[in-house]
Structures are given as C-alpha cells and as structure tokens.
C-alpha cells in the first residue's frame, strides 16, 4: 500500500479567511480524482471540545456519528466529502494535554521530566499520524487553526516542523492561507503581510510550499511573481483565491488556479485524469438558478452570529437546490417576538424552523412562534429544543396545562412535559456528558416522517439531556398530537407530529448535521417542498 500523504495547512495575517473551506476544496477535488481524503483540524484553545463552549465563541458545535462535538469546519468537511468524521477529526490543545498528563498520572513517563517538546508534540503528531495509520485514506489534511505567530499554535507548528522532516518533503507539504489586503487610498495590492507571515513561519523552520492569497482583486502576474521571490516559493505554487458568492464555488476556482495539479505534483503522486465533479457542479447550477423563492424563519436566540446555526444554513442551501428554489432564510430573535414582528415577519413566512438551544433565554418566544405556525397552517420544523418548545406549546394551548414546561427552564413547573432523562439525573460534569451521537429511531406508518426518509428506521445524531415526558404521552396524543418516531430499545419519543396540519414535524435530533451536497438530508427538502406549496397558497 502507498504511503499516507500529509498536507498542513496553516493560516497567516489574519484569523477568519477561510481555512476550513480551501482544505475542504483541495480535498473535494483530490476525492474527485479518485483520492481517499479526510480532513483535521486542531485547534488551539484549552477546552478539551468546544461542547462547553457557547456558541457567540466559535460559532455552532458540530457533532458526530461518534458523538464528538466538535469544530464547525467538520462540517464543511463532511458537507463537501460526503464522508464522515469522527472524534479522532478534530482535537484541541486541551485535549491533548489531558491525554499527556493522565499517561504521567499511569507512570507511563516514569523518571522522566515531562515537557512541550518532546511529550505534548509527540502527543499531536500521533493525533495526526492516527488518521493516517488506520489505512484508509491517501491523504490526510491537517488544518492547524489560529494564526502563525500565536503563543497558543507554537507546539503544533513545531510538530507540524517535526512530521515534514520525518516524512520527508515527498509526503508532506504546507499550505500558507494568508490575506493580500487591498489598499484603496494607493489603489494597490499589498504583499508584504504575507511576507511577514511567512518570514514568521520560516522563524519555526518551515518553509511554506503553496501559498494561497486570499484577496478582493485579481493578483496580477507581475504581483504573483513578487509573492514567489519573495516568500520562497514556485510561481505555480502562488494561488489566488478571490472572495466568492458562494462557499461551494472555491472546489471550481481551486481547479482553475491548479491547487490539486501542483499539491499532486509536489507530492509525488499521479495526477489521475480531470476530476468527476458532475453531481457537485449541478448541484452548483440548480442552487445559482433557482425557479422560485421560499421565505423560511430562523427563530433562535444566537442570530446576530451567522456561524451559531452553520449546519442548519447549509442544509437549507441544499434542500433548496434540491427543490431549485432559493431558501431565504429569514434571522427571528426569539428573545423579541413582539405582536409587531408576528404581523411584520412570522406571517408571512412559508416557513417556521423553531432553532435547537439551551437555557431560558428567549423560549417564550420560540413557543409563540410555534404556536403561530400551528394555528395558521405553516410549515414547522422544530429541532432539538425547537421539537420541546412544540411539545409545551402544545399541552399549554390545546390540553390547556397552562403552566406546562420543561425542568430545564422551569424545575418546579406542576406539568414537566419535558424533563431531564434519567440517565442524565446523578451527572455533574458539564463536558461531553450530554446524550450525543447517532441513535437509532423506529418510525410509526403513516407519518410524515416515513415518507420523508422512505423507510422505517433511521439513525440521525444527538445533542441533549432532556427528552420528552411519557407520563404526558396519552394524554397529549388524545389532545392530536401524535408521536411518530421512538428510540427502538428505550423508547424514547424521538418525532412528534401534527395530523390535519400540512406539515408539522418536530425531531429531537439534528437532522442539520447529516445534510451533504451529494445527499441533501430528506428532512429538509420536504420542508422547502411543504413551504413551496404553502408559498403557492
Ligand atoms: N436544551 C435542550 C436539552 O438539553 C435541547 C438541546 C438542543 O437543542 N441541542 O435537551
């Protein structure tokens, strides 16, 4: 079997350019040549996940079949692959120190001081290098996150300085993600922060093998030969990427600049034919040219950050293309669902997605929400606390328990509707303790939801420690409210629905994190398809 590839990229300049998208880019368009491709990213902050982190930090908590919670750019990574990541995909600072120092605890070091280099390093490149030994993939790459210069990257870039040297340049190479800014007032491109960040980098004994310029204007060719002077690299290896209407264009214009060409060459490795992107590229032209136009609602309480709801926003993108409509999702802050913005916005939608969440910020509003689309017959998704919200706003409004809620915002509400799980009763620690991760799910005949997934069992992934309360069960199903999906050994009310509503669906799991280019999640596209319907009322 050939070697396993290893392919870093780094980020300088500036934070946010994008690094998560060029590494999943590079990787779609090495897994269309044939390749066998995942992609990590470390990150290096002292949580040992982000689960406990909220999501104003770093945007929404992504989370696996495995259970892991992780970075959001997992979900780019899955959401351009159509391959899935696990645990072992995203590891942080935190974690691997936690790992270091249980094996000083076991002894496992035993007379020796323990340091950053060589315990905490040999610690990442084993992180890495897992990947890579489990024998299936080609291509491993490896996003080191934060900015080359930070305190917090130094271990990481040294391991990253360690691994290229041990595998030699044939087998792993760096990829520099920097910014050329734009200076108005001159007129001009700037090259010179690039040159510093890579003089940064050469400072840890690295030395940049691509640089990918994240730019507004077109780089010019005499401006290209100055970056490749100048930081030490081949013409060929100076790529633009100019800013994009869409993510889902980078793969395209990756292609046009040569960056799989160039990282096949430099690696050594054969470059198979063109790549087979036809399913991504129509994908592309029906979400550019859509038919018609759905306004859904986004009611959660982290909308003023785009990043809090990615894998939902996404998965809009895709059902939409699917259906070839364009998806305007519209932001409703659940904290402010004032008379005035149900009559200004919430009626006017043709659909209402109640967000997942935790805590009592902003829940009255999510209920209204909830109630406003059951009354009038609009569309409704309810994910997570959204599909909890629908159950209490169900017992208050139509089984007439006015005080109903959940223990999580109420503990000594008299109707708990939704209450903690037993299994979550005796837990204390916050991290990484919730129920997590894909779980199987038995659904009742009839019902939306077995038409939508054409089929009876599916396995769709968790994040919560409250569930619906089965002593309200019989109760609420003879108020109409039907349940139509239940874990298969515990029973666990996993779907609710609405019959004699056109579409009324809510699902205690995350359906969002399964939605891919290659496979739009079938939830999804059958609510834009009940919205278009409603639209056309
Ligand atoms: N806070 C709720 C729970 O823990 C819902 C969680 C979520 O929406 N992800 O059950």
Sequence with gaps: MAETKYIFVTGGVSSSLGKGIIAASLAKLLQARGYRVTIQKLDPYINVDPGTLNPYE??????????????????HYERFLNVKTSQANNVTTGRIYQNVIEKERRGEFLGKTVQVIPHITNEIKERIQDLGNSGEYDIIITEIGGTVGDIESLPYIESVRQLKWELGDDNALVIHLTLIPYLSAAGELKTKPTQHSVKTLMESGIKADILVCRTEHELSDDLRSKLAQFCNVKKEAVIQSIDASTIYDVPNMMLEEGLDTITLQMLKMADKTQPELTRWNEFLRRHKNPKAEVKIGLIGKYVELQDSYKSILEAFIHAGAENEVKVEVIPIHSEFITQKVIDEKISKL????????????GIEGKIRAVQYAREHKIPFLGICLGMQMAVIEYARNVLGLKAANSTEMHKETPDPVIDIMEEQKDITHMGGTMRLGAWDCDLAIDSIVSQVYEGNIISERHRHRYEFNDKYRKALEEAGLKVTGTNPKTGLVEIIEIPGHPWFVGVQYHPEYRSTVASPHPLFVAFVKAAVTHGKK
Aim: hydrophobic residues 30%; proline residues 3%; charged residues 30%.
């Design 58 to 75: 770093h945007g929404e908590c992504y989370v696996t079949d495995d259970g892991a919670e992780t970075d959001l750019d997992l979900g």
């Design 350 to 361: 043709d659909g209402v997605l109640v967000a997942p969440g935790f805590g009592e910020r």
